[in-house]
């Protein structure tokens, strides 16, 4: 499902985090998650960013995720603390995307 605005459509998401209004640079590595994903041609892909702590994978994640929406049909942020959470998200976007009912 996308939601739809005049002029503009944007992807399913369920992102917590907002980019920062003065976000800037990280140019390189917005380019490299693009270029990672365009190998998958339309498939569903995972790119996962590592890192020292507080470095800014989070932010870069989210400033991509944010600039790109357009161009998926879903930007669906996994947590993976625990099996439990990873889990729980996985099946809240097949859920939310009708792969999979609900409660299965």
Known sequence: MLVTFPGKVFAVSNIPIRVPTHFMGR??????????LARFEGRMAIVALHGLRGVGKTMVAVAY?????????ATWWIRAESERTLRADLVAIGVRLNWVA???
Do not use: W
């Open 65 to 73: 995720a944010d600039r790109r929406r357009a161009d998926y049909r």
């Open 102 to 104: 609900r409660g299965t």
């Open 27 to 36: 140019e390189d590595a917005l380019a490299d998650i693009e270029t990672k």
